[in-house]
């Protein structure tokens, strides 16, 4: 049952706007710092935009879709009625308030410090205060996933979690958790100088506590995409999910070890030892397994489909699926995107690979395939799947579903490939103008080029996106029934209490995140050598 309609549409409807205007802003940089364009001759506008652009897509919109698909969880999987709507909407309403905060400085020129913001560079204070709101509006969404379970397990004493809610806490814990790096960074050492209150900052330690955050957030990112590769795709293509247990096992993996591998963004800085970057870089590649799970999961799930549609042979079930729904259209592309990403990723988190590409166009051309290609197609493929639920209309032209979900992975392989190029040519990321007419950069002319068509490519894809949800309110009336989740094909009758609980998961998530940031951000902390002068972007 779906009996807050209302909330879970406010958090999709404004995730996906702030998403069309981040995209517009995207292709817009893209545009200006390609050869097709004549530079724009101030700098500041590059990053003013390029700052909007990651703050709503790393931080507003998917944790607006993360909450709106959890509140739509909630009340499916647990068939109850959710728990602290007062406090839901409020959540919401601290989002809204805090990206409109953040948002106006940063439009105005006063906080062009890009979403990471690293220091020295500080920005104008009510640009931080604004993600601390948006920070703190999640947090309230933690609180009634844990509530809402706490609820239900009273009521079903030694029942199997439903999968789907299984998952959907164990992000929101991800997320509380590895959010509070970010807020140390903001409340301890970015807010203060923000306001005038100190003139200098140890951007050593700023660094490392924001790594916290850094990478970490990524999986908070993927965690509702996997969660629909998991419940929808199995039930949407006609099919079984093959293990509930593989599933939990992988949310779970992702609680262990998703947090303590944040420092191998700082393999160049030197205020961190040699020891913690290799200990960092070991969990990253531990950090594969809980992925390599799934698509052995979903692929095994997605066999089971072809077979139950008649397919026959070693192979002959890939030709059964049915390609012409949407959401298996989604997966497969997903799916491709996931494994070109992944494997940049490994030259990332390797410390003698990620000395050649870091900081270059490599690593833009990475997290965009990761979240912008892998994760953001299942966030449509989830919008798609709950829209006749939430507005009781069928979706209006399923070929044009598919026109868009193939544009938007078209897209993002033309986009992210040449950045992949450039970067091992060189390139850096984070550059807002290139003379091409430099024999040095003449050469990568043509790739730059070739990823902006492409981002135009998204743009239009993301729009045509945009269009389908608004159209489908014109569309017939229907009655799509309850929202339902992947049926396991054994089912589930019981489950050992680790897999059911998040207790012992929990704490050795933190011990590992204290055990692996504990010595170095206590090492900073006793430096009184390390601060330096705050440089102000805009005037204050």
């Not at 095994?300 to 390609?323: D, H």
């Not at 000395?355 to 979240?371: D, K, P, V």
Request: charged share 10%; proline share 6%.
């Amino acid at each position: 049952m779906l009996a807050n309609k209302k909330l879970i549409l406010a958090h999709f409807w404004l995730a996906f706007a702030v998403f069309g205007l981040a995209l517009c802003l995207g292709a817009w940089q893209m545009f200006v710092r390609s050869p097709l364009y004549t530079w724009i001759s101030d700098p500041e506008w590059y990053y003013r935009s390029l700052t909007a652009h990651g703050t709503v897509m790393g931080y507003v919109f998917p944790t607006l879709v993360a909450m709106g698909f959890g509140y739509a969880i909630t009340e499916s999987a647990l068939e109850q009625r959710l728990v602290g709507l007062r406090w839901a909407w409020a959540g919401f309403w601290l989002i809204v308030a805090g990206a409109i905060m953040a948002m106006v400085p940063v439009a105005l020129g006063r906080a062009s410090v890009l979403y990471t913001f690293y220091p020295p560079l500080i920005g104008n204070a009510f640009y931080y205060i604004g993600v601390v709101l948006v920070v703190v509006g999640s947090w309230i969404w933690v609180a009634l996933m844990s509530i809402n379970l706490h609820v239900w397990k009273r009521a079903h004493p030694g029942d199997p979690v439903p999968l789907a809610m299984f998952a959907n806490v164990a992000g929101s814990y991800l997320w509380a958790w590895t959010a509070v790096g970010a807020a140390l960074e903001l409340l301890l050492q970015i807010i203060p100088v923000a306001l005038g209150l100190k003139a200098t900052i140890d951007a050593g330690l700023a660094r490392v506590l924001f790594s916290w955050t850094l990478h970490a957030i990524v999986y908070f990112w993927l965690i509702p995409a996997y969660i629909a590769f998991y419940v929808i795709v199995p039930r949407a293509i006609d099919g079984r999910l093959y293990s509930d247990t593989m599933a939990r096992i992988s949310f779970i993996l992702f609680l262990i070890v998703s947090m303590p591998i944040g420092i191998h963004h700082t393999f160049a800085d030197p205020q961190v030892g040699a020891g913690f970057k290799f200990i960092h870089s070991a969990f990253t590649a531990a950090v594969t397994l809980p992925t390599l799970f799934t698509v052995f999961t979903i692929c095994a799930s997605v066999e089971i489909a072809g077979r139950l549609r008649g397919g026959r042979g070693l192979f002959g079930w890939i030709a059964a699926l049915p390609w012409k729904n949407p959401i298996m259209l989604a997966v497969a592309f997903s799916f491709i995107m996931l494994g070109f990403g992944g494997a940049g990723g490994i030259i990332n988190m390797s410390y003698q690979l990620n000395a050649s590409i870091h900081n270059t166009q490599w690593i833009t051309g990475h997290f965009h395939l990761i979240f912008g290609g892998a994760v953001v197609i299942m966030y449509f493929a989830l919008a798609y799947d709950l829209w006749p639920h939430l507005t009781g209309r069928s979706l209006p032209d399923v070929r044009l579903v598919r026109t868009q979900l193939w544009l938007w992975f078209i897209g993002m392989i033309v986009t992210t490939f040449p950045w992949h190029w450039v970067g091992i040519l060189g390139m850096p990321r984070r550059m807002a103008y290139f003379d091409y007419t430099d024999p040095a950069l003449s050469p990568q002319a043509l790739p730059v080029t070739i990823s902006a068509i492409g981002a135009f490519i998204l743009l239009a894809s993301g729009l045509l996106f945009l269009f389908i949800l608004a159209r489908a309110y014109t569309a017939s009336l229907t009655d799509a029934g309850p929202y339902r989740f992947s049926r396991p094909i054994h089912p589930v009758r019981s489950v050992p209490l680790a897999l059911n609980s998040y207790g012992i998961w929990v704490a050795l998530m933190i011990a590992l995140t204290v055990t692996n940031y504990g010595f170095p951000i206590a090492a900073l902390v006793a430096r009184q050598d390390t601060s330096v002068p705050a440089i102000y972007v805009g005037a204050q």
